[in-house]
């Protein structure tokens, strides 16, 4: 059991509780992304449901195992919001390239149905958003079952549809925030009984929930079902209120050093990580595969910002002001580097900068990008600042100023993560935020 988590201490603990009988019903895994908590958190629902092999090995042959290896057992339920692009393309290009090994499809097809099992009726029951979703969820499973008796061309087609649809389920379909509804919904469902011999619900990136869902999940935790088991994830246990850590076990998830991380990608996804061009970090690894590389967000933040403060200062001047130095300083140090990655110019009217910035992020159809852009923009925001000649950090204007950047960001990136803005709206917004709120901090 837990040979697919590698390189944590945390696995051999979650061993070694369950050998001698003292598994907490619910649990907190937490610790940085991609250090295997996630995986850890469904091998517990396959070694708890297990039928067949004492030591409840990865290749055991019991139906249950079978059907949780897939992540298709009906005592599984799975929410919560995070990235899921990255892992698929990756888990597909080892499915085309390993084409005799079953493992390259098991691979493929978890990747895939970790985003589609967000998507069980029993969460989305009288949801009218799942209506529209339908379509898309009904192709990825006719692919996903089409999968194991297609040729190699077959494979090829069928793969490249299969990436397409999740992509886009993942952009209309998953938000960044964890619904109330979803936790009541998960909570009835927590008190059925179970088809095998313990359900497990499994909440990733818990911080990111609802004041409502929190409550709900309280109560649920305050009495849990008898033959439930529940786990939280979560890259920041800090965030997770005092009242729910209080009632959950926590198992600590290590950063991996480089040669766990170049290990893990040479053993899951077949590849040397320094061949393929990549570092050893799981996390560039995976970003690779994405339709946008992530390192062509600064640039593009850089340009935004530089952007932004030249309307500021343009703004100030209209009405007789003079430009404070962090705009100034700001527009010296952004410009630039969008110049060296030949984005020209910042453009001078907001249709501009949107449709410059939509045009090389592919409309930001990978919802998670836009956060990644913004948080790039804050980057260039703060280099800006500490580079600056004569700045004061931490003074009065220099905090009010962070903050007008930060309270915009925040703003945009809930308008897109959570009530599903599109992205030109919401950088249309902010861009007018910035401009104006930039312009009366003098």
Same mark, same amino acid.
């Given at each position: 059991?837990?040979?697919?988590?590698?390189?944590?201490?945390?696995? +051999?603990?979650?061993?070694?509780?369950?050998?001698?009988?003292?598994?907490?019903?619910?649990?907190?895994?937490?610790?940085?992304?991609?250090?295997?908590?996630?995986?850890?958190?469904?091998?517990?629902?396959?070694?708890?449901?297990?039928?067949?092999?004492?030591?409840?090995? &990865?290749?055991?042959?019991?139906?249950?195992?079978?059907?949780?290896?897939?992540?298709?057992?009906?005592?599984?339920?799975?929410?919560?919001?995070?990235?899921?692009?990255?892992?698929?393309?990756?888990?597909?290009?080892?499915?085309?390239?390993?084409?005799?090994?079953?493992?390259?499809?098991?691979?493929?097809?978890?990747?895939?149905?970790?985003?589609?099992?967000?998507?069980?009726?029993?969460?989305?029951?009288d949801d009218p958003k799942l209506g529209k979703l339908n379509p898309l969820l009904q192709s990825l499973e006719e692919d996903l079952d089409a999968l194991p008796g297609a040729d190699e061309a077959g494979r090829e087609k069928l793969s490249a549809s299969i990436v397409k649809d999740a992509?886009?389920?993942?952009?209309?379909?998953?938000?960044?925030?964890?619904?109330?509804?979803?936790?009541?919904?998960?909570?009835? &469902?927590?008190?059925?009984?179970?088809?095998?011999?313990?359900?497990?619900?499994?909440?990733?990136?818990?911080?990111?929930?609802?004041?409502?869902?929190?409550?709900?999940?309280?109560?649920?935790?305050?009495?849990?079902?008898?033959?439930?088991?529940?786990?939280?994830?979560?890259?920041?246990?800090?965030?997770?209120?005092?009242?729910?850590?209080?009632?959950?076990?926590?198992?600590?998830?290590?950063?991996?050093?480089?040669?766990?991380?170049?290990?893990?990608?040479?053993?899951?996804?077949?590849?040397?990580?320094?061949?393929a061009g990549q570092g050893p970090s799981l996390a560039s690894y995976l970003d690779s595969f994405l339709p946008v590389p992530p390192e062509s967000l600064y640039p593009l933040g850089a340009l935004f910002a530089a952007s932004a403060a030249t309307g500021a200062i343009e703004t100030l001047?209209?009405?007789?002001?003079?430009?404070?130095?962090e705009l100034s300083s700001l527009t010296q140090y952004a410009a630039p580097i969008a110049e060296a990655a030949a984005l020209g110019r910042p453009p001078e009217r907001n249709q501009e900068l949107t449709a410059a910035i939509l045009a090389k992020t592919e409309n930001f159809e990978l919802?998670?990008?836009?956060?990644?852009?913004?948080?790039?923009?804050?980057?260039?925001?703060?280099?800006?600042?500490?580079?600056?000649?004569?700045?004061?950090?931490?003074?009065?204007?220099?905090?009010?100023?962070?903050?007008?950047?930060?309270?915009?960001?925040?703003?945009? +990136?809930?308008?897109?993560?959570? &009530?599903?803005?599109?992205?030109?709206?919401?950088?249309?917004?902010?861009?007018?935020?910035?401009?104006?709120?930039?312009?009366?901090?003098?």
């Open positions: 059991m837990f040979e697919n988590v590698l390189g944590q201490s945390a696995a +051999d603990q979650l061993r070694k509780d369950l050998g001698v009988g003292i598994l907490a019903p619910s649990m907190l895994f937490f610790g940085p992304p991609v250090s295997g908590k996630g995986t850890a958190a469904l091998e517990l629902g396959r070694v708890l449901s297990c039928e067949g092999d004492a030591h409840a090995s &990865w290749t055991c042959t019991c139906s249950a195992c079978a059907r949780h290896r897939l992540l298709a057992h009906p005592d599984l339920l799975l929410l919560g919001p995070r990235s899921f692009s990255g892992e698929i393309a990756a888990a597909r290009a080892v499915f085309l390239r390993e084409k005799e090994a079953p493992s390259a499809q098991i691979l493929f097809i978890r990747a895939v149905r970790k985003l589609l099992v967000r998507f069980s009726p029993v969460l989305w029951e992509l886009k389920l993942e952009a209309e379909g998953i938000s960044d925030m964890i619904p109330v509804a979803q936790i009541r919904r998960a909570a009835y &469902w927590g008190h059925l009984a179970p088809s095998g011999s313990r359900k497990l619900l499994v909440i990733e990136n818990a911080d990111r929930m609802q004041d409502g869902a929190r409550n709900s999940l309280l109560k649920i935790l305050e009495e849990p079902p008898d033959r439930l088991t529940i786990v939280l994830t979560s890259s920041r246990r800090e965030a997770i209120l005092p009242t729910l850590l209080s009632r959950l076990r926590p198992y600590r998830f290590m950063k991996r050093d480089e040669k766990t991380e170049a290990e893990v990608i040479r053993k899951v996804y077949k590849e040397n990580s320094s061949d001047r209209r009405r007789g002001g003079a430009p404070p130095p919802r998670s990008l836009f956060s990644r852009f913004l948080g790039a923009v804050l980057r260039v925001v703060s280099e800006a600042a500490a580079a600056q000649v004569g700045a004061v950090d931490g003074s009065p204007r220099q905090i009010a100023y962070n903050e007008v950047w930060k309270k915009c960001a925040g703003e945009a +990136d809930a308008a897109v993560g959570t &009530w599903n803005q599109s992205p030109a709206l919401a950088l249309e917004r902010l861009i007018t935020g910035l401009k104006t709120g930039l312009a009366e901090l003098t």
